[in-house]
Structure formats: structure tokens, C-alpha cells
């Protein structure tokens, strides 16, 4: 198996494109072995009526397949812990994840910031067990948390984290990404998740920007 060139943690499909599409499809252009490894199957989104809510995660799934493909994503990993539940399942989730380092031996890892982006539990979840598989490894890969260079001011939302401490707990951006030359791609991939057109839609009229501009916050490497 080759060494990856970067390797992406996720917790829902969708989330390596609206995160770090433009990153993703960047490196693979450039030759690297990129990877991506989603620890849920979407299983909690919406269906739009095209399919049922026991199909969702296998649609969804294919969603997926068919973004990586678009943003030249090499290995899209995918498990199957509960969409929502992932607080519960973190010891499983880091598992996963530390095997997935230890086989893909990584230069660059990126995850979710503690805030999650948006106060999602998932995704702070996802964020409290990459660092928890990243302590165990015994590699040393740079890390980058995706984050974003505009203020969080979405209302609040039932089980999420309070709006006000979504943005406290906003990193600051190390690294920004003028990513216009893959909007083309990101676009493309976003295409592919019908099931969620709601959410797409709503990324697109909250943060325009972040489609042709990324930002990450470096801790490690």
C-alpha cells in the first residue's frame, strides 16, 4: 500500500467536500495519494423523497463515491458508526482511525476543529477522536483542523453547540487557500448529493466564499 499524501477524517459524506474539496482535489491533481476515511454513512439526513430512510446510508454512500471521484479522491474509506450517535461510539471511532494511520502512514492529516464548524456533535466528535488516534500514532504528520476565516452566525439548532461558543471556539486560520482553479470540481461533487440538496443550498447562501477560498489552522507536523 502506498504512503498517503494526505489523509482526510470525516464524519458524514458530504464533509470532505464543503471542508476541503479545493485541498483534496489540489493534491490529487498534483500526483498525491489523497484519502479519505468517513466514520458514518449519513444515515440521519434528509431523503427528499428519493429514497426510503433505511436507504438513505446506502445512497448516500454512493454519493459519496461519486464526489471522491470528482475531486480525484484515490481512497474513499467509509464505516458505519450511528449518524448522530458518533459521541458514543468515539473509543470504536479511534480504533478506525488508528488503523487507517498506521496503514496509510500519512504526510498531512486534516480534521474537524473542536467546534466542529458548526457546532455539529458529530463533528466534534470527529475532531475529539482523530486527536485521540493522533496521540497513539507513532508518526509525526503535519496537521491541519479545518476552520473558517468568517464569523460563525448561523441561529442555534437543537443539540448543537450554543452559536456564541461556536465562534469562541473559532480557530484562527494559519493557512489559507485561494482554491478557484477546483471550484469547477468542488462544484461537480456537490452535484452528486441529491439527497441533501437542502444543505448544499444553504452552504451556498451562508459562505459563498468558502467554495473558492479554505482555511485551515495548523497544530502539529
Same mark, same amino acid.
Given at each position: 500500500?502506498? =504512503?498517503? +499524501? *494526505? *489523509?482526510?477524517?470525516l464524519? !458524514?459524506?458530504?464533509?470532505?467536500?464543503? @471542508?476541503?474539496?479545493?485541498? %483534496?482535489?489540489?493534491?490529487? =491533481?498534483?500526483?498525491?495519494?489523497?484519502? #479519505?476515511?468517513? $466514520?458514518?454513512?449519513?444515515?440521519?439526513?434528509?431523503? $427528499?423523497?428519493?429514497?426510503? #430512510?433505511?436507504?438513505?446510508p446506502?445512497?448516500?454512500?454512493?454519493?459519496? =463515491?461519486?464526489?471522491?471521484?470528482?475531486?480525484?479522491?484515490?481512497?474513499?474509506?467509509?464505516? +458505519?458508526?450511528?449518524?448522530g450517535? %458518533?459521541?458514543? !461510539?468515539?473509543?470504536?471511532?479511534?480504533? *478506525? /482511525?488508528? +488503523?487507517?494511520?498506521?496503514?496509510?502512514?500519512?504526510?498531512? &492529516?486534516?480534521?474537524?476543529?473542536?467546534?466542529?464548524?458548526?457546532?455539529?456533535?458529530? !463533528?466534534?466528535?470527529?475532531?475529539?477522536?482523530? &486527536?485521540?488516534?493522533?496521540?497513539?500514532?507513532?508518526? @509525526?504528520?503535519?496537521?491541519?483542523?479545518? #476552520?473558517?476565516?468568517?464569523?460563525?452566525?448561523?441561529?442555534?439548532?437543537?443539540?448543537?453547540?450554543?452559536?456564541?461558543?461556536?465562534?469562541?471556539?473559532?480557530?484562527?486560520?494559519?493557512?489559507?487557500?485561494? &482554491?478557484?482553479?477546483?471550484?469547477?470540481?468542488? %462544484?461537480?461533487?456537490?452535484? @452528486?448529493?441529491?439527497?441533501?440538496?437542502?444543505? &448544499?443550498?444553504?452552504?451556498? =447562501? *451562508?459562505?459563498?466564499?468558502?467554495?473558492?477560498?479554505?482555511?485551515? !489552522?495548523? /497544530?502539529g507536523?
Open positions: 500500500m502506498k =504512503r498517503a +499524501d *494526505l *489523509l482526510v477524517i464524519a !458524514h459524506p458530504d464533509d470532505e467536500t464543503l @471542508h476541503c474539496g479545493g485541498l %483534496l482535489h489540489r493534491a490529487a =491533481r498534483n500526483g498525491e495519494v489523497t484519502v #479519505t476515511v468517513t $466514520l458514518t454513512r449519513g444515515g440521519a439526513g434528509r431523503t $427528499l423523497g428519493m429514497c426510503t #430512510t433505511g436507504e438513505l446506502s445512497v448516500r454512500e454512493q454519493e459519496l =463515491r461519486r464526489a471522491a471521484e470528482a475531486l480525484g479522491i484515490g481512497c474513499a474509506e467509509v464505516h +458505519d458508526l450511528p449518524d450517535g %458518533l459521541s458514543a !461510539h468515539e473509543e470504536t471511532g479511534t480504533a *478506525l /482511525i488508528s +488503523d487507517a494511520l498506521r496503514r496509510w502512514r500519512p504526510r498531512r &492529516v486534516v480534521g474537524f476543529p473542536p467546534n466542529g464548524m458548526n457546532g455539529h456533535p458529530d !463533528h466534534r466528535a470527529a475532531h475529539r477522536i482523530a &486527536v485521540a488516534a493522533l496521540r497513539a500514532y507513532d508518526g @509525526h504528520p503535519q496537521v491541519l483542523l479545518m #476552520t473558517s476565516a468568517v464569523p460563525y452566525t448561523e441561529p442555534a439548532r437543537p443539540g448543537f453547540m450554543d452559536p456564541e461558543q461556536v465562534e469562541a471556539e473559532r480557530l484562527s486560520p494559519t493557512l489559507s487557500m485561494q &482554491v478557484s482553479d477546483s471550484l469547477a470540481a468542488k %462544484l461537480r461533487a456537490m452535484g @452528486h448529493y441529491e439527497t441533501q440538496a437542502r444543505s &448544499v443550498a444553504k452552504f451556498l =447562501r *451562508l459562505y459563498p466564499e468558502r467554495f473558492y477560498s479554505e482555511a485551515f !489552522h495548523q /497544530i507536523g
